[in-house]
């Protein structure tokens, strides 16, 4: 289990400071920021590291600063200590959750796998330590389907906590999955009409998607990946406009790559600002620096949890 230590009472710094305070830090701590797309821009643009969860895991585990800094949600911190424990292990607010890791808790997931018994359980890396330490393999979306295609076909397969990511593999491998009813509150917001409408408005624009969408959205794409899938494809693309039916935040780094060529983010179900992971953005600048600075909240893990989780993570870096 994680655990925080308060933050220190401290002086405002202004934020042209924070950004010079975190490069200071990062230098004093021989710390590694890694950051994911979907934190805010000016976190991206502090960052040693940038990658989708595949990614940010292979670095975290050949990280070989005395700490790593992790500007992403909390499975993603915990995923870095399970690989590299030796490491101390920050993230900026330890409330930085994860719906679809909330929706699979372990005491509701243990039975489930009971009643399956003959079934590998083959879960997304989105969930907690204590979920991951029930699971054979774990996967991300950039290589699940690689993995499933390495089981032999008659051996029946658990797939959790995400049912959108699970139906999605199930149209690519064509296996049957027995699935986990979790969703992503960020990937369920997108509407099918607005984006009908959006693509109306923009004929030529290219849609998309990350498989957590629902397949109401899926259907609507051109194209389907991991967050690193979709940032290769608009760089390799010859097309000018894309309508991105993810998180937002992965849209820096596609301008960055891409000056030239238009975004636009796929409309939500009403007139908030729903696709925008509230977990994610709960990292700030400022608790970004006052992590570094009082070298919390810090991950903890139970070194007997943390070995139990670590098995089906390896077997997952193995079949990637
Ligand atoms: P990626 O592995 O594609 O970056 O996905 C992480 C995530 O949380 C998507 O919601
Ligand atoms: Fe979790 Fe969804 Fe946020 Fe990704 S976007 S971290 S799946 S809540």
Known sequence: MATTTLLERHEPVAPRDLEAEIRRLKSDLNAVILAHFYQDSEIQDLADFIGDSLQLSQRAARADADVIVFAGVHFMAETAKILNPTRQVL?????????????????????????????????????????????????????????????????????????????????????????????????????????LRLKFRHPQAKVLAHPECEERVLRNADYIGSTTGLLNYVKQSSDREFIIATEPGIIHQMEKA???????????????????????????????????????????MDEDLRLRALRPIQRMLEMS
């Not at 607010?93 to 699979?104: E, P």
């Not at 699971?135 to 950039?142: N, R």
């Not at 959108?164 to 999955?177: D, F, H, P, V």
Request: proline share 9%; aromatic share 6%.
């Open 91 to 195: 993230l900026p607010d330890l409330k930085a959750g994860c719906s679809l890791a909330d929706s699979c808790p372990p005491h509701l997931f243990k039975p489930f796998r009971e009643q399956y018994a003959d079934h590998l359980v083959i879960n997304y890396i989105n969930c907690s330590a204590e979920i991951k330490a029930m699971s054979d393999i774990i996967c991300t979306s950039s290589n699940a389907e690689k993995i499933i295609n390495q089981i032999p076909p008659e051996q029946p397969i658990i797939f959790g906590p995400d049912r959108n990511l699970g139906n999605y593999l199930m149209k690519k491998t064509g296996r049957s999955l027995r699935l986990w009813q979790g969703t992503c509150i960020v990937h369920e917001t997108f509407s099918e009409q607005k984006l």
């Open 258 to 300: 891409c000056p030239e060529k238009v975004f636009i983010p796929a409309p939500s179900e009403g007139s908030c600002a729903c696709n925008q992971c509230p977990h994610m953005r709960l990292n700030t600048l400022e608790k970004l620096y006052l992590c570094m600075k009082n070298r919390a909240p810090e991950i903890v």
